[in-house]
Structure formats: structure tokens, C-alpha cells
């Protein structure tokens, strides 16, 4: 018996222990810390696994019941899902102590129970889809992690956010038929649903050449439902409402960790179903490469035009997503490292910039729009530092972990002539056109609120939690950027342990 | 009349000098030119109009085109897809056979189906009672009264309602109610003890049993329902059910996973005690299941449990 061993199921099984029991707490503030706790343990649990496997270069199953693995369900942990449970734990617990103050503010105190066991729910099952050996239980927490995101944005109770969240439904609803239909197409072609077995039959079928059409309608179906799910370019209408009306910490977890959580899957399904020769050979790549690159141009020329801050830092992730997109489109390893890498960036530089976001907002008198965030860094400077931090990492700048990122796409771009030009060119754009996009609200946020007094106004209460969540966000964002290697390094032991 | 006047008056102004000539003309020319730019403008509107009623028209020939592309490529799909119930199908491997052969063996269930969804694949079926509590949860979230949606003329149709049913209205109903909620109960109750030994388990008897109670506070009202069935107990009673879900097969999952013995007895199949945790997980989700759909349906029909 080895207890490291043990340390998915508890992590699933914690989050949804505590998501269940939040229910008899009637006090929000209880609901809170019992969250904040259980991220701390589940945090320092899949530190503890990282550890484990990244010593031992390990990939190991763990079977979830007596039956061994045709016939039960069952958990598989390497390094890259340790690391990226623990990246999900470390922005889950910042944003949430980053956004308190809002949480209280926006949502009714007899809600914000409910707001609690949402996230403790989305938390786990985030959590299962990283971890999770089969493709059913995957679906089953795709519906809870459908189901919470649209209870996270419609929190507010506003007629805006309603109305976010009907689109949210919608777009998410059709983006899980998509995911089931091909789940149940590719059961009745193979007759298996643990990752591992599928491979094998699929394997079998590639061989002996039969199903070969239903075959290529699956993968690109699962494709599509994923990419309606997480957001990429001609997918994206639901994003910016969403994160518009959605309170702060719903906002930084949905745009940083849940759209993340099915891009996982989606890699997931590609090196232990399909095989990424097989993806490439269909040419999938190609349509999620192209599908990428537009996303990154049309999403930051979106952001550009938009005038509302919170929707501009959505059509920004858009752009993002088309990165990660365009990463896996290169089809290769180097490829979805690098499109991994920037998941990792994107989640740490884009929670940190809604949550300074939601804060700013707070503090300066009249929000929304940019020019109303006039003055709003003077009124709370660690907010304006971490909104420069966050927009560096965005636009690629070296130090910060978006850097990391990009550098790395390009470098897998090489490896062919066309996908290199193309990749160079619409990569150097978007960068261009991020800072654009960054430049006027950061000047707006540095500046005075009539441009001839010169006149700050007073400085906002400091707020100890959200100087302490910034100040982690941007700490982390240094580290990354900083120390990438090491990164990169856990990111390939764990992708070369998928094959 | 009204307009001749007020170019004679413009007239006399100029003759006795209060304005000139020029003005007059001005003034005139720039109501041509406003009348003009208003024409133009309006021009411009119809124009837009009709470029926006083409562009919703080209966007529904482009949905159409997309739906039938892809009902097309669908029913090719399920054409090539392997034929429903043949001998030989990709379906019928070492997969079902175990299930099939070794199920009662094994699960010490003899209804296949709850063996399979309670014991082998008791994680997908934890998932999905989370997927119920969390979707009950989010209508609470929405629908549940709190100061934003509270409406008087709600509250006030609501209260007629409730003083209808304490009056006698709805006889029929009622004394078909009092006759057949029995039954309704106790048939659930059988579907889910008999879970594991012949068709139904949790899911169906607690959707029977979830029914009754729908039709309870509808023919008596919820005053009446409230007596036995509030929001504290639903909340009480689900949290529970669901904890003992978890921690059962946690327990079992992590006895399985770290292959340690189970000690949770068999029993022998078709003894109403028996197949280990299949019967008490069976009514866990059979509670949770009514609790959720007689709360679904009283946020939202009341807003309130």
C-alpha cells in the first residue's frame, strides 16, 4: 500500500465531501474558509505528488473499487496532472481570497453558501477530468463542471448575468451533446471506455481498416464539442457576457481553470485514445492550427475594440485560447508542450489580472468602462502593479510566464516551413495588438481623473486579502517566468510518460 | 395658414428691419438642406434595415446548410456504426461477458444493471447523484425567494392559491390523491429495497417516489406538505444521503484501490440483505433522487420548499 498512491482519489473525493457538506453551513464566511482549507490540503497533497512522480518518472493507476480496469473505473496520475492540480489548487485559493471582498458584496449572504458548494463541486470535478482513466466518468464530471459554471456566473442574480448565463447554457449544452455522441459511437465501435483499453481496440481497428469513416467523425466530433466547450475562435460568443456580469473570482476561475480543464481532457484523449499520429494524419491539426491562429488575431482586434474592461480581458482569452489551440494544431510533442506551458501562463497572468480588475473596479467610484478606471491605480497601487504584471505576462514579455509560452510555439512552429510562417507572423501580430489592447486601459489606470489638476484623490483602504492573493499571483508569475525551464522540463517527463 | 403666417411675419421683421434679407434666405435653404439630409438619412435607415433583414436571411440559409450538412454526415456515421444487437459486435467483448457471467458472483446482485452502476462503476454513479444535488442546488440558487425576487403579486397569487386548496377546492383531485399516495409510496419504497434482486433501484424508485410527492403538495398545497417535507430537511436529508454515499464507497474504493480486504459481507444473492452495499447506496440515491425532483419542482412552482 502506498498512500502517494492514494492522493487523487482524496483530492476528487475531498472537494466533493466538502462541496456536500457546505450545504448544512448556514454562514458564508464558514462556507468560505471550509474552501480555502480544503484547497490548501488538496494543494499541498498534489505538491507532494508532483513530487513523487517527477523523482520517480512515474505514471501510475489506481483502481476506484475491486475490479480491475476493463470492467471498473480508474484514476491515473503523472506528473503533468500532479502539476496541474496543483496549479488549479494555487489559482483557485488566490482568486477566491482575491475576490472575498466582492463575493460578500455582490452576492446575498443567505447565496453565498450555494456559491460555495458550487465551487467546491467545480473544484472536484475539475479535478476528476484531470485525473480520471475513463472516458465515461470524464463526461459525468463535465456535466457537473458544466452545470457549476453556469451557477458561478449567474451568482450575481443580475439581469445581465441571467442572460450571460442562458448563453453560457446554450453554447456549453451543445458543446457536451457533441462529447456524448462521440463517447457513445466510440463504445459501440469498441465496446470499451477505460482510456487505456480504447487505445488498444482503436489500435486493432486502424489495422484492420474497419470503421474507418465513424472513426474520423468521432474525433471530430470530441474535437468540436471540446472546442465549443472551451471557448476557441468561431466558439467563443459566450465567453464575453460571461465574464462581464460573472462576480471577479467567477470570472478569474472560469477563464483560467475551467475552459483549461477541457483542453486537458482534449490532450488527454489525443495521446491515450487516439494517438497524435493519428490526429496528425487526419489532418485535424491543420483545422485546430488554422482555427488557432485566427482566434489569436480576430480575438485581440475584438479586445481592441471593446470599450468594457472585463469583456476586453475575455476577448483577450480568446486570443489565449487560440494559442493553446495552435499549440496542439503544430502536432507535435514540443507542440502540446508548449500549448501546456501557456495554459499554465494564461491561467496564472489571467486570473491575476481579473481579480486586480474586479478590485480596481471596486475602489474607483463609477465602474465599467475604462475611463472610469481613471486613477483607479493610485487608488490601490498593488492593484496597478498587478495589472501591469498580468499584461505583461499576456503580451509575452520577458521575466513574466507568458514569455515562456510563446517562445516555446514558436520554437515547435519549426516543424514544418508553412506552419513555421504562418506561426511566426500571426504570433508576432497578436503580440502587437495585446499590448495594444493593454496600453489605454494601463495609461487610464495610472493617470489622473482630470487631466489638468494633476489630482490623485485619496488612496483606497488597503484590503489585506487581495494584497496578499496579488502579491502571490505576481510572485508566481515572476517564478514561472523565471524559472520555465524546470517547467518545461516536468511538462515533457509528463507528456512522454502519455505515449 | 399657420406656415403663410410665419413667412409674413418674417416679412414684416424684415420690412421693419429687424432682420435681413439674407438671413431669411438662409434660413430658408437650411431647411431645404435639413429636409434633403433628412430624406438621405432616411434613405439610409431603409437601406441598413434591408441589409440587416438579408444578413438574418443569409445567416438562416447558412444554418440550414450546416444543419442538414451535418444530419447528412450523422446518419452516414450511424449507417457505418456496427448493427443494434448482433452476436458478433464490437460491444459484446470480455467487457459485458464479466458483467454478464460473473455479476451475481461477484456483485452478489442478481439485477445486472445495479450491480454494474453500484459496484463496478460506482464512481461514474457517485458523479451522477452530484450532478442531480449540484443541478437542484443551481435551481435553488436561481428560483429560492430572497430579497431580489420577490414580487407582491407573486406572493399574493400564491396565498389565493394556497387559500383555494384549504378551502375545498380541487375535491376530485384530492380524494384521488388520498387514495393513490399510498400506493405511489409504497411502490417506490418496493422498486428500491427490491433494487439489487429484480428491475428498478435507486434512480427509478426515487423518481416514484419523488412523483408522489409532487402530487401530494399539489392536491393539498405545500402548507400541508411542509408539516413533514421542509427546505431544513430536504437540505438535512440529502447532505446525509449523499455522505454516506461517499464515505461507503470511499471506503471501498480506497480498500480496492490499495487491495486490501473488503470487509462488507455478500450475503447470499436474492436474500433481500444482501450484495453488500448495492442495498443501502440504492437507497441513498433513491432519497436523493426524490428530494431532487420534488425540489426542482417546488422552486419551481413556489419558489420555496
Redesign the interface.
Known sequence: MNLIHNIPFFSIFLAMFAGIVTILIKDGDKARRLHLSITVVIGIMSFILLMYTYTKEQRFTFMMGHFPSPWGNELKAGPLEAMLALLFSVVMFLSIIGGKHLIKKEILPEKQGFYFIMMNLIFGAMLAIIYTNDLFTAYVFIEINTICSCALIMAKDSGSSIIATIHYLIMSLLGSGFILFSIAMLYSITGQLLMTQLKGSIMVLLSSGEYNFPLTIIIALFTIGIAIKSGLFPFHTMLPGAYDSATTASSAILSGLVLKSYIILLIKMYYCVFTINMIRQMRITNLLFFLGLCGMVIGSLLALKERRIKRELAYSSVAQIGYIYMGIGIGSDLGIEAAVLNIIAHALAKALLFTVVGRMKDVSLSQDFNHCLKCAAHKDPIAGIGFLVGSFSIIGIPLFAGFASKLYLAIASFISPAKMASAFIIIAASMILNAMYFIPPTIDIWSPVHESDGNYGPRAKVSKSFALSTTAFIAINLLVGLNYKYIVHIVDIGIQLMH | MKENGGKWEKFFKWINGETTIDSVILENSRKKRFAKRKLRHQKAKFIALRLKHSKRRIQEIICIIVAVVFIG??L??AS???TCGKPD????????E??LEKGVE?TGSINLVSGMIL??????T???S??L???V??V???L?R????IDPIEDQELKEDEEIKNADGSLILKFVARLVIPFIFLYGIYVILNGHLSPGGGFSGGAIIGAGLMLYSTAYGQENTRRFFTYETF??V??TC??IY?FSK?Y?????????K?IIPKGIPGNILSSGLILPLNICVGIIVACTMYGIYSFFTKGDI
Open positions: 454526415i450523422l452516414k456515421t457505418e456504426l456496427p459486435n464490437p460491444v459484446n467483448n470480455e467487457v459485458s464479466r458483467y461477484e459496484d463496478y462503476r460506482a464512481f461514474d457517485f458523479g451522477e452530484c450532478v444535488f449540484t443541478a442546488i443551481c435553488a440558487m436561481l429560492k430572497d430579497k431580489n425576487n437540505k438535512k440529502s447532505a449523499l455522505l461517499c470511499g471501498s474504493f480506497f480498500t480496492g484501490g490499495n487491495h486490501l473488503n
